[in-house]
T-cell receptor
């Protein structure tokens, strides 16, 4: 069974540029999460989806971050415009009680 | 905000020794989970212990939970070099499906 797939694995952009991350969860998993992990810290939840509905986006900085999960499968997380402080690893996970994580996208904003 | 706090922040041991990591949290929980993260990789689920359980085993892993003290410990017995990683505790609150992670313990096992 394939795990959670994320792309790209690495992204380097200049500040004020837009960036997008893609996630394909484990087949059959209705719950999908996006986390941000800063260096030396644990992951922090940005948004949680149940199928195509965002049921918890309280930690998502809505002025510059957006996410979508069309058709309740793949999901995209976008930042526009990116700031220096957005440099982090962005992790996607799926599952209910136990979460299965993808390898993450390492973002560097210069 | 991060609920769990792991202790110690870093741990270095010899292969074959046991490693113990502790986690403290602040609010009521439904369950507590431990995850491992190898450098540059995603997190891997290790073990889940429910609020009504006190101890759980999985292979070389032993987890305890003390809800009165709001704390948990992870014991890795007979450590191996491959156990070198960061270990995170995560609490799942009363409303479920929302894990709050601690800052993690960096474990280094020297061969």
């Amino acid at each position: 069974e394939a795990g959670v797939v994320q792309s790209p694995r690495y992204k380097i952009i200049e500040k004020k540029q837009p960036v997008a991350f893609w996630c394909n969860p484990i087949s059959g998993h209705n719950t999908l999460y996006w986390y941000r992990q800063n260096l030396g810290q644990g992951p922090e939840l940005l948004i949680r989806y149940e199928n195509e509905e965002a049921v918890d986006d309280s930690q998502l900085p809505k002025d510059r971050f957006s996410a979508e999960r069309l058709k309740g499968v793949d999901s995209t997380l976008k930042i526009q415009p990116a700031e220096l402080g957005d440099s982090a690893v962005y992790l996607c996970a799926s599952g209910r009680e136990t979460q299965y994580f993808g390898p993450g996208t390492r973002l560097l904003v210069l | 905000s991060q609920q769990g706090e792991e202790d110690p922040q870093a741990l270095s041991i010899q292969e074959g020794e046991n490693a113990t990591m502790n986690c403290s949290y602040k609010t009521s929980i439904n369950n507590l989970q431990w995850y491992r993260q190898n450098s540059g990789r995603g997190l891997v689920h290790l073990i889940l212990i429910r609020s009504n359980e006190r101890e759980k085993h999985s292979g070389r892993l032993r987890v305890t939970l003390d809800t009165s003290k709001k704390s948990s410990s992870l014991l890795i017995t007979a450590s191996r070099a491959a156990d070198t990683a960061s270990y995170f505790c995560a609490t799942d609150g009363e409303y479920g499906n929302k894990l709050v992670f601690g800052a993690g313990t960096i474990l280094r096992v020297k061969s």
